[in-house]
């Protein structure tokens, strides 16, 4: 590896708001997992999921994959709209994160985190209040071409 080419610094991000919610959900699109790789620990009130996440930040580099985790806590209770959660060989897309407050004032941080997936379906997690954590827990790999959407 030449000077001028550093191996990539592996992702750590942590939400504890909507705004910083919005730069995993960026983080996270296109990124694909199984339903298998999905969790809910109610008695923890934790949500995992594992997933192979596009490296949108590495522009100018080869296109690449990444494994990685996203971690929920504060989680009372998962829906899901849509999602095959019934198959866990099956894959889901994640196109973005988005929140939505319980409340109208800024003094109930509640409300739901809405995992929205390619096809129309979501997976809606009930929280206390914004907190995730993202990693990557891998090195990258060259991904066979990048993610493309219609406009």
Do not use: Y
């Not at 994160?97 to 129309?120: N, R």
Request: glycine share 8%; proline share 7%; hydrophobic share 50%.
């Amino acid at each position: 590896m030449s000077q001028a080419q550093t191996a990539p610094k592996p992702l750590r991000l942590l939400a504890e708001d909507p705004a910083d919610l919005q730069v995993i959900s960026a983080a996270l699109q296109d990124a694909v997992a199984k339903i298998a790789d999905l969790s809910f620990e109610p008695a923890q009130r934790r949500f995992t999921l594992a997933l192979n996440r596009f490296r949108w930040e590495a522009r100018g580099r080869a296109q690449e994959r990444v494994r990685a985790a996203v971690q929920f806590a504060g989680v009372l209770g998962v829906r899901s709209r849509g999602a095959p959660i019934g198959d866990p060989e099956a894959v889901i897309s994640i196109l973005a994160l988005v929140f939505e407050p319980a409340g109208e004032g800024a003094e109930d941080p509640s409300g739901a985190v809405h995992l929205q997936l390619a096809g129309g379906g979501d997976i809606r997690l009930e929280v206390e209040c914004v907190d995730a954590v993202l990693a990557d827990v891998s090195e990258p790999w060259a991904a066979i071409r990048a993610p493309r959407h219609r406009v």
